[in-house]
């Protein structure tokens, strides 16, 4: 059982907007700043959101990311079909001192 | 561009041994924070260790320590995971991760996976 809580999978048509949650505690999220990744299927993960908020260059600003004491939320706006995925927030924890992942929301476009 | 290439994986028996390693590219290897991450058959991706940019500082996660070990040669720029007493439950791809400066443990850069079987 992961220390960061999503929901196993989401759902959305084409154009809508779907957010993703990742809960922590005070240790974690609640401490320290919230990355997120997309693995499609088959390849490696690749970071979509650092520091809670930012986006790498060439990541589309329909993905955003907020964090609100110890959760933390993707949204993504515009959904297209290229991004059904697998998407994981992940954090910094200072019990465990290491990185701990969320299991993990497979995102599903219909 | 960076590149990250892993080798090193294969299938092994239960209490035995094996090293990974992670040749880098198209970067300041000797600068950058360096992390392996793996992922079981149809499961998450877990955090497995990290190794500071210059090598002398290292955390785990708790179910490899002791068994596991990160290292680093920055002359050959090369990631390095020594993996010792290997259990069935650490079979899964590995992942060569590279740490994003300056951002708190954000990885922004992953090589292509190795597989690690282990099984008797």
């Known amino acids: 059982q992961s220390v960061l809580t999503q929901p196993p999978s989401v759902s959305g048509t084409p154009g809508q907007r779907v957010s993703i949650s990742c809960s922590g505690s005070?240790?974690?999220?609640?401490?320290?700043?919230v990355n997120w990744y997309q693995q499609l299927p088959g390849t490696a993960p690749k970071l979509l959101i650092y520091?809670?908020?930012q986006r790498p260059s060439g990541v589309p600003d329909r993905f955003s990311g907020s964090k609100s004491d110890t959760s933390a939320s993707l949204a993504i706006s515009g959904l297209q079909s290229e991004d059904e995925a697998d998407y994981y927030c992940?954090?910094?924890?200072?019990?465990?001192?290491?990185?701990?992942f969320g299991g993990g929301t497979r995102l599903t476009v219909l | 561009q960076v590149q990250l290439v892993e080798s090193g994986g294969g299938v092994v028996q239960p209490g035995r041994s094996l090293r990974l390693s992670c040749a880098a590219s198209?970067?300041?290897?000797?600068?950058?924070?360096m992390h392996w991450v793996r992922q079981a058959p149809g499961k998450g991706l877990e955090w497995v260790a990290f190794?500071?940019?210059?090598?002398?500082?290292?955390y785990y996660e708790d179910s490899v320590k002791g068994r596991f070990t990160i290292s680093r040669d920055n002359s050959k720029k090369k990631l390095y995971l020594e993996m010792n007493s290997l259990r069935v439950e650490d079979t899964a791809v590995y992942y060569c991760?590279?740490?994003?400066?300056?951002?708190?443990?954000?990885?922004?850069?992953w090589g292509q996976g190795t597989q690690v079987t282990v099984s008797s």
């Open positions: 190794i500071w940019s210059g090598g002398n500082y290292e």
């Open positions: 992940a954090a910094w924890d200072d019990s465990l001192s290491g990185v701990t």
């Open positions: 198209g970067f300041t290897f000797r600068s950058d924070d």
């Open positions: 005070r240790s974690n999220i609640g401490s320290n700043t």
């Open positions: 520091r809670n908020n």
């Open positions: 991760v590279r740490g994003m400066s300056g951002t708190g443990w954000a990885f922004d850069s």
